[in-house]
């Protein structure tokens, strides 16, 4: 069994030309060819058709009718030019071909080696890549146009956008786009713009001319300006045929101020008439949605038959149910009843209020025998003190002193003297009176013996 060695697809002629075609004008969407114009042909259709060469190889190239009208002279066979343009690929004859856009028949110049040596400068730091690109609104809230006021251009794009989406509001920034002065001008317009935020897309924007008249899109300051904005770029510089290098930077290139509005500007036109069918197939998709609800649930009615019957059930259920609840209630509330009555009996026997007038009474009924008791306790202490007192009446010396004796002491040492033998002659002895005392001296001594002998 044959086997295909490298994919099982099977291409058709005309997909893989078509593939090929693709690829070329994605990777060369624009070159500069040096070469020696040969078979030079100009048929009835004004086209002109000839062989780019040099030593070595050679490039089919065709110049369409209408671009004729941007070059200084018509081409000649044998003559040395330089052509810009794009490669692109004629399917039916399966030959590629340079689409010339304009030919320059004095060589490179000055300013082209400079744009050149720029453009691959600025190519190889990635200002270029498409990874860098800024989408741009599909509907900005703003728009600045950064241009010569004077222009045509101006007038061009204001006309179209007008026509495009008149609400949106255009802020024109006026510099020079052309001079020397221009390409400063162009990137401090750039950087305040950027500042001001009150824009979402940038336009810039200038009609055709030279290569010298548009040198202030092909500076170095302009491009880095151009790649170091926030806010997406558009150029519409020169025309279709121009390229500057400001195009290779910006976010997206427009060939004319015209087709710079068509980018930047939905057309109001053909988006109200999306919405308008955008509605109508919404309104479309929910009638359909509306009917197929409408027959399920008639299906569904079908299925489950006429609901009203069960209705009458539920009524008789939710009585039944209501009489229940109601028989419920009263009873589970006499019992209540009953039982909040039996409590409150309860409660009454031991109010707080009748066991505290028991206890008002037990109290007083106890203050009175303690009174009593009290009292005469009183009259027996005041009994016994009375009996006491006397008592002690009876043996006070005072009262002893009061019926005429008397205490004899010893001045020294206030000793009681109850002996003669206690005292000397001449000793001084204190005589304590029932009132007052007497200071004395005893004389003579008499012994308990000698008592009453002359």
Request: aromatic share 6%; with cysteine.
């Amino acid at each position: 069994m044959n086997q295909l060695p490298y994919s099982s697809r099977i291409l058709t002629v005309t997909d893989l030309t078509r593939s090929i075609r693709g690829l070329l004008e994605t990777e060369f969407p624009f070159v500069t060819v040096k070469g020696e114009i040969s078979n030079l042909r100009t048929p009835f259709s004004g086209h002109s058709y000839f062989i780019l060469k040099d030593r070595n190889a050679q490039l089919k190239a065709v110049l369409f009718k209408g671009q004729k009208r941007y070059l200084e002279e018509n081409p000649q066979e044998g003559r040395q030019v330089i052509c810009r343009g794009r490669i692109s690929l004629y399917e039916p004859r399966g030959e590629y071909q340079l689409i010339v856009d304009f030919i320059d028949f004095h060589g490179i110049g000055d300013l082209q080696i400079a744009f050149e040596n720029l453009k691959n400068k600025l190519e190889a730091e990635g200002l270029f890549a498409e990874e860098n690109k800024k989408q741009l609104p599909f509907l900005p809230a703003g728009i600045c146009l950064i241009t010569s006021p004077q222009g045509a251009a101006v007038h061009d794009f204001l006309k179209i956008s007008a026509s495009r989406f008149p609400a949106v509001p255009i802020e024109i920034f006026p510099v020079a786009v052309q001079g020397e002065e221009a390409a400063a001008e162009i990137a401090q317009a750039l950087k305040m713009v950027n500042k001001q935020q009150r824009a979402e897309v940038i336009v810039l924007c200038r009609g055709g001319g030279s290569i010298e008249d548009l040198w202030a899109f092909n500076e170095e300051k302009t491009a880095r300006a151009i790649f170091n904005s926030k806010i997406p770029i558009v150029t519409a510089v020169g025309h279709e045929t121009d390229f500057t290098i400001a195009d290779y930077v910006a976010d997206r290139r427009a060939p004319t101020p015209t087709a710079a509005a068509e980018v930047v500007l939905p057309d109001r036109l053909t988006q109200l008439h999306k919405v308008r069918i955008t509605e109508k197939r919404l309104l479309m998709a929910i009638n359909n949605l509306l009917r197929n609800l409408q027959q399920q649930v008639k299906m569904q009615r079908h299925l489950l038959g006429d609901p009203s019957q069960l209705f009458d059930h539920f009524r008789l259920k939710i009585d039944n149910c209501q009489i229940l609840m109601v028989q419920a209630v009263n009873s589970d509330l006499n019992s209540k009843r009953w039982l909040l009555a039996n409590l409150n009996g309860k409660l009454m026997a031991h109010n707080p209020t009748e066991r505290l007038s028991r206890q008002q009474q037990n109290i007083a009924e106890l203050s009175r025998k303690l009174r009593h008791s009290m009292l005469m306790r009183l009259e027996q202490r005041k009994t016994q003190l009375s009996r006491t007192t006397t008592l002690l009446e009876a043996v006070n010396p005072l009262s002893v002193l009061g019926r005429g004796y008397a205490i004899v002491r010893s001045a020294d040492d206030e000793q009681i003297i109850r002996n003669s033998n206690q005292v000397k002659k001449g000793e001084k002895i204190t005589i304590l009176l029932r009132r007052g005392e007497l200071a004395g001296e005893v004389t003579d001594i008499i012994k308990e013996g000698d008592a009453g002998k002359p």
